[in-house]
């Protein structure tokens, strides 16, 4: 866990130059597509977005129809930048009332660590504990009906550091809630992935704006330590985790998430498809992509 607490402060709002690249739009429209059909089914969703940056899915939800979004990060200067957006609370008063500009309130940022979660209420104040066995004491009294983590579970270098996450989200979940996030591109074949990456980097060096390295294998065998840069007028890396496509399912288990669990598959909307080249497309799945989304219920 080196890296995840500081590496993100000083990258702040530079991180939100990737999000005008195509691969962004793309990635953004297939959370849209998961997690729509839930917001449209409860008018009154309350969302939990973890490690929500600056705020870039926290403010997509809002927009999409969930009745409230409380996102937490665990980088302090990511948190200033969501703030700093305006876009959500900026600190002080009360959640709720209609005077927040577009969001009318509905939206808050608090700093955590999604990896040790107690119950939360919609401001973010712990309200209950996790316990040491299962969803803990929390069980079934989460507030949220749904936890959305769009690169949280990549913060988690091994099965039981993942496992740890998911009892933050089964702890925070109403039973029946879901879960939705965003991880690394899960393979069946993650050497093959890496492997396949590695050449496109070596051809098509920068070729999307950013570039995603696998720099080596992680010690304890369950995958790759991950690297991003980001190639802007603004430049910045980051580094994160590539563990294997089972994993996530056996760590979402041993934490007490029981229900149904699954891989979407992902759609290129012709809107999005646009904004970019045939070349850029073709070139994007030979370096097989960058996520996939799974969905996973309490
Ligand atoms: C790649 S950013 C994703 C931001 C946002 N969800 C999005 O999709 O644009 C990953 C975020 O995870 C946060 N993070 C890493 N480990 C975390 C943890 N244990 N708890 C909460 N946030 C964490 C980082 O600070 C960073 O802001």
Redesign the pocket.
Known sequence: MAF??TQ?DTIGDK?NDI?VLPFSFYERANVRAAVQPYLDANPSAAVL??????G??SRSLVEWGARYVLG????VG?IEAARADGRGQGGGGGGGDDDDGDNGGRLRYVV????GLGRLDWEGNEIGHAGEEGAGEGEGKGQFDIVVG???LN?AEDTVEMAK?WRSIVTNLKDGGVFIG?VPRAADDLDGLVARKARFNAEHPGYFGATWEHPHKLANGEGYLGRMRGHGTRPFV?EWYHLRKEIHEVAARRAGMTGRFEWRQLVLEEEDRRRASEEYWERYEQMCGHFSILVAHK
Not at 49 to 54: E, K, S
Not at 72 to 75: A, H
Not at 112 to 115: F, L, T
């Open positions: 995840a607490s993100y991180y999000k977005d973890l490690a929500c940056g600056t870039f899915i937490v990060d665990i980088s990511m955590g660590d999604a990896k769009t690169w949280l913060y996450m965003t980051f």
